[in-house]
Nanobody
Framework: QVQLVESGGGLVQAGGSLRLSCAAPGSIFSKNTMGWYRQAPGKRRELVAT???????VYADSVKGRFTISRDNAKNTVSLQMNSLKAEDTAVYYCNAPLSSSIFLLSWGQGTQVTVSS
């Protein structure tokens, strides 16, 4: 079963930065929008940002101006640069290829834990 592999999480102080990366199967990556999602303890998974294959981006209001999503179409990777991190950004971060807000092309990976200490 094809899976996504997320990396780059860790423990950081509030105001700090992290860069997440996700490797996806080329057959899916090259043709589809990719997105980053996160799930905090006791909460539902939520959208963080998406990027189309042409580079058009969409961000959740909570991360606008702080996070930047990008993709490397040659390496089949999507990245999330996170700056000015806040305690409320603490969550497990996942990537996937969304068809809609609730339908995704791939099985969810293990995710990568981001913990922001205040």
């Amino acid at each position: 079963q094809v899976q996504l592999v997320e990396s780059g999480g860790g423990l950081v102080q509030a105001g700090g930065s992290l860069r997440l990366s996700c490797a996806a199967p080329g057959s899916i990556f090259s043709k589809n929008t990719m997105g980053w999602y996160r799930q905090a303890p006791g909460k539902r998974r939520e959208l963080v940002a998406t990027i189309t294959k042409g580079g058009i981006t969409v961000y959740a209001d909570s991360v606008k101006g702080r996070f930047t999503i990008s993709r490397d179409n040659a390496k089949n990777t999507v990245s999330l640069q996170m700056n000015s991190l806040k305690a409320e950004d603490t969550a497990v971060y996942y990537c996937n290829a969304p068809l809609s807000s609730s339908i995704f092309l791939l099985s969810w990976g293990q995710g990568t834990q981001v913990t922001v200490s205040s």
